[in-house]
């Protein structure tokens, strides 16, 4: 059993920032990949950033040079940190984590960002 919890969420300025957290308990492999993906209304859930636990990171084309993703092996947390924010990044955040072969996915985190 894997659980994600997930904070940091919340209403933003455009151009603010604001840093998400999520940590992992339960069963999870030495080595595993995790990331951040969202949905916004009517939309589809897409890939924010992941990031592996040797520190290989990804980020979707909108959000680079914005937000950073980094983790905390020892923790077994991840972080977004989220600048410049745009409107358009207004969505619910999920934590994911990929272990074992299997997906995992936290409750979700409102990020509004107000223009």
């Known amino acids: 059993q894997v659980q994600l919890v997930e904070s940091g969420g919340g209403l933003v300025q455009a151009g603010g920032s604001l840093r998400l957290a999520c940590a992992a308990s339960?069963?999870?492999?030495?080595?595993?990949?995790m990331g951040w993906y969202r949905q916004a209304p009517g939309n589809q859930r897409e890939l924010v950033a992941s990031?592996?636990?040797?520190?290989?990171?990804n980020y979707a084309d909108s959000v680079k040079g914005r937000f950073t993703i980094s983790r905390d092996n020892t923790k077994n947390t991840v972080y977004l940190q989220m600048d410049s924010l745009k409107p358009e990044d207004t969505a619910a955040y999920y934590c994911?984590?990929?272990?074992?072969?299997?997906?995992?996915w936290g409750q979700g985190t409102q990020v509004t960002v107000s223009s």
């Open positions: 994911n984590l990929l272990t074992g072969g299997f997906r995992y």
């Open positions: 339960g069963s999870i492999f030495r080595v595993n990949t």
């Open positions: 990031i592996t636990t040797s520190g290989s990171t």
